[in-house]
């Protein structure tokens, strides 16, 4: 069981919005901002979509966009592409111990 | 290019061992925290174990912990990973990954197939 929770599924047709929640706790996601976003699409590696709750690297297009509120944490998608289907996972630094919890991960499916 | 670029991976018996090596291009290795992060067949992501920009301080996933050792070699912009007293359950694509605050820069992951 991962210590953060994401819904298994998500979908969305072309050019509709889409948030994938993630949601911990008080220990870990609700009292840092070093959450982050992480795409992998199939047979690859992950890569970095949005860091400290909000932050979008060089390069990740701005249609993704990250929030949180007490112990969730949100991806938003807008304007879907065929190429946003993919699977994403959300991370948190949890501290001492721990270090550093996964969500199991969303499945988003561009119908 | 940035890239990390995993190896050592392969078929063991449990209770064997095995280490991992990660080797950098494109970036000053010795001023990154660096850790590995793993992914058993069709599963999520577990993050594994830490290592500080220095080799001075180390995290373990209690999964791992008393099994597995992460070092790093600045000398040579590697790090590693020696996995010991090895369980079926450790059967995963194991990646090494360049911390920012974020797992920025990952490599392309070495699979660990753990069988009898």
């Known amino acids: 069981q991962s210590a953060l929770t994401q819904p298994p599924s998500a979908s969305g047709s072309p050019g509709q919005s889409v948030t994938i929640s993630c949601t911990g706790t008080?220990?870990?996601?609700?009292?840092?901002?070093?959450v982050s976003w992480y795409q992998q699409r199939p047979g690859k590696a992950p890569k970095l979509m949005i860091y400290?709750?909000?932050k979008r690297p060089s390069g990740v297009p701005d249609r993704f966009s990250g929030s949180k509120s007490g112990n969730t944490a949100s991806l938003t998608v807008s304007g879907l592409q065929a190429e946003d289907e993919a699977d994403y996972y959300c991370?948190?630094?949890?501290?001492?111990?721990?270090?550093?919890?996964f969500g199991g991960g969303t499945k988003l499916t561009v119908l | 290019q940035v890239q990390l670029v995993e190896s050592g991976g392969g078929v063991v018996q449990p209770g064997r061992s095995l280490r991992l090596s990660c080797g950098d291009s494109?970036?000053?290795?010795?001023?990154?925290?660096m850790h590995w992060v793993r992914q058993a067949p069709g599963r999520g992501l577990e993050w594994v174990a830490f290592?500080?920009?220095?080799?001075?301080?180390?995290w373990y996933a209690d999964s791992v912990k008393g099994r597995f050792t992460i070092s790093r070699d600045n000398s040579k912009n590697t790090l590693y990973l020696q996995m010991n007293s090895l369980r079926i359950e450790d059967t995963a694509f194991y990646y090494c990954?360049?911390?920012?605050?974020?797992?920025?820069?990952w490599g392309q992951g070495t699979m660990v197939t753990v069988s009898s």
């Open positions: 990954t360049r911390e920012t605050n974020a797992f920025d820069i």
């Open positions: 494109g970036f000053t290795f010795s001023r990154y925290a």
């Open positions: 290592i500080s920009y220095d080799g001075s301080d180390k």
């Open positions: 008080s220990n870990d996601l609700g009292s840092y901002n070093y």
């Open positions: 400290e709750v909000t």
């Open positions: 991370s948190s630094y949890a501290g001492s111990g721990d270090f550093c919890v």
